[in-house]
């Protein structure tokens, strides 16, 4: 048996658990300010703190939606490591991406990790879907819920 037909038969298994909670992250104003200057996305609601606390209803600025979301990379480092066999992880793409709710500066975020589907796509590639939920620390309404698409790319 493959190193990827081993790891599918294993992923079978565990369709519909959850796979992987991620550690928590702190969304500060300098890392929402580092994104804003990258993205050119400079929008007061991001980087106007005191603007931010007078004209909106959330006490102070909020991250970047898409930042985010970025930082499922981050969260998916703390959930899985490299399978036997496998080369590489390559981002497929996500399906049904939704931003629920604001992520004030300063807030705690991790991300939880529930496997959909997976399947051999060739004889090295092995589609991953999860479900990720971005969890905001002290809210019932996550930021994010998504599905993510990884490859497991194997050697042979």
């Not at 807030?107 to 999860?130: C, I, P, Q, W, Y």
Request: aromatic content about 8%.
């Amino acid at each position: 048996m493959s190193s990827l037909q081993t790891a599918l038969a294993d992923a079978e298994k565990n369709i519909g658990t959850e796979v992987g909670v991620s550690n928590w992250i702190t969304v500060d104003q300098p890392m929402i300010d580092q994104f804003a200057e990258t993205t050119q996305d400079t929008q007061w609601i991001h980087t106007d703190p005191e603007r931010a606390a007078s004209e909106t209803p959330f006490g102070g600025t909020i991250a970047h939606g898409f930042l985010t979301l970025s930082l499922a990379s981050r969260f998916a480092y703390d959930c899985f490591a490299m399978l036997p066999g496998q080369v590489m992880g390559i981002n497929y793409g996500m399906n049904k991406t939704r931003f629920l709710m604001p992520v004030r500066a300063g807030s705690r975020l991790r991300g939880r990790f529930t496997l959909k589907e997976v399947k051999a796509r060739s004889a090295t590639d092995l589609l991953r879907t999860n479900l990720l939920t971005i969890e905001i620390e002290g809210e019932k309404t996550p930021a994010v819920v998504t599905e993510w698409l990884g490859l497991a790319v194997f050697k042979d």
